[in-house]
């Protein structure tokens, strides 16, 4: 049973660029949320999705960041007109639906570097 | 708390012996707390996790203490490896927040042999 799957590994683009990130849950899971750490941090929730659904998008800047679950296909994470603020690593995590959907399983993660 | 930029504080102990790791969560209403270890360049890796309503649980060479009172929690890890070196991880699921974690400020274990 794969894990959360996460790639690029590590992502580098020049201001105003855009980035993608992708996530793809682990078998069986069908909740997803991202999350953003700077170097010796804790994790930053930022949004919450199920299958072609965004449920909190609370900690996600409100302004070109955006997210998605589609219903065939990994989790996008899309961030445009980067900046170097933006440089930090995101992870993806998953969970099950049902009783055990607190316990957040996470992927590798993507470093993104914004020259 | 959440940690605001600075260094992570670290506990330094000798490979074998018992370490714990502290952790001060901050909503009374949260009901379910997680313990993760993040290596170098990783994901954090669930430990062992603890529902509200007790107040330990024990895992393979690990316990996670939870005092409600003074909304504390802590992890135990017994005969320390150098494996064990790490960021652990403290989060918490607050009742009225839907799925969202919410991270500790971290701590760094180093090992020595």
């Known amino acids: 049973n794969a894990g959360v799957m996460q790639n690029p590994r590590h992502l580098v683009r020049r201001r105003g660029q855009e980035a993608r990130l992708r996530c793809s849950p682990m078998?069986?899971?069908?909740?997803v949320y991202w999350y953003r750490q700077l170097p010796e941090e804790g994790l930053k929730f930022m949004v919450y999705l199920q299958k072609e659904n965004i449920i909190d998008e609370s900690g996600m800047p409100k302004e070109r960041f955006s997210a998605e679950f589609p219903k065939e296909g990994p989790s996008i994470l899309r961030i445009q007109q980067v900046v170097r603020g933006d440089s930090a690593a995101y992870f993806c995590?998953?969970?099950?639906?049902?009783?055990?959907?607190?316990?957040?399983?996470f992927g590798a993660g993507t470093r993104l570097s914004v020259l | 708390g959440e940690s605001v930029g600075l260094h992570l504080p670290t506990l330094s102990v000798q490979e074998g012996d018992n370490s714990i790791i502290n952790c001060a969560y901050s909503?009374?209403?949260?009901?379910?707390f997680i313990w993760y270890k993040q290596e170098s360049g990783k994901g954090p890796q669930f430990i062992i996790d603890i529902r509200s309503n007790m107040d330990k649980r024990q895992g393979q060479r690990v316990t996670v203490l939870l005092n409600k009172t003074v909304k504390h929690l802590s992890l135990q890890i017994a005969a320390t490896q150098p494996g064990d070196s790490a960021v652990y991880f403290c989060a918490e699921i607050f009742n009225n927040a839907g799925n969202m974690l919410t991270f500790g400020g971290g701590t760094r274990l180093m090992v020595k042999p």
């Open positions: 909503n009374s209403a949260s009901d379910y």
């Open positions: 995590a998953s969970s099950p639906a049902g009783r055990s959907k607190g316990l957040q399983y």
């Open positions: 078998k069986g899971h069908s909740h």
